[in-house]
């Protein structure tokens, strides 16, 4: 069995818990996690499936450690990669910006060659514009969360989302092997 990679980037602590919840549902001997500010480009290399969490900061931000990460990010190869991708954000507070960053992150990684999975709709959201958002198809390039407006949705939103992932990694097992977890 093949490992996924889940990169994460927090300054708060909302994206690691969303990470750790990921992997909780994925199942931990299945995900190895990784906190972006203490990897380099050969980390992610390992990897042909990967998951990627980045925040959204203030007016469209990219979270500090993906910053301090991000030219090494234009500088991998992810030809023959599978990338999840989920985006935390405030989409009343920000709602022009929410999600910015995963639709910047989504950008950089295609550009060089990811093939991305787990594309979410827009679907239950209130927001005014997002770079996540893929144009005419009320979808998001992956997960949306908002821990600050939306916390009491995050749960079902995981579960469905991981069971969805582990279908498009075409994990053996599949969405049955999926926690589901209501924490």
């Known amino acids: 069995m093949s490992k996924i990679g889940l990169f994460y980037g927090s300054d708060e602590g909302n994206t690691e818990s969303v990470a750790l919840r990921i992997r909780a549902r994925l199942g931990d001997d299945r995900v190895d996690l990784f906190d972006i500010a203490d990897v380099t480009q050969l980390d992610i290399a390992n990897y042909k499936q990967l998951i990627f969490g980045i925040p959204t900061w203030d007016f469209g931000q990219i979270q500090s450690d993906w910053e301090d990460f991000w030219e090494d990010v234009q500088e991998i190869d992810f030809t023959d990669k599978a990338v999840a991708l989920f985006g935390l954000g405030d989409q009343f507070g920000y709602g022009d910006y929410f999600l910015d960053a995963m639709g910047m992150l989504h950008d950089a990684i295609v550009e060089r060659g990811a093939t991305i999975v787990g594309q979410w709709s827009t679907e239950s959201y209130e ?50 092997s999926v926690i589901v977890l209501d924490d």
């Open 127 to 176: 927001f005014e514009a997002s770079k996540a958002e893929i144009e005419g198809e009320d979808r998001f390039v992956g997960l949306g969360i908002d821990e600050d407006q939306q916390e009491s949705m995050t749960a079902e939103r995981l579960n469905r989302w991981c069971r969805q992932i582990a279908e498009e990694f075409d994990i053996k097992d599949g969405a049955q």
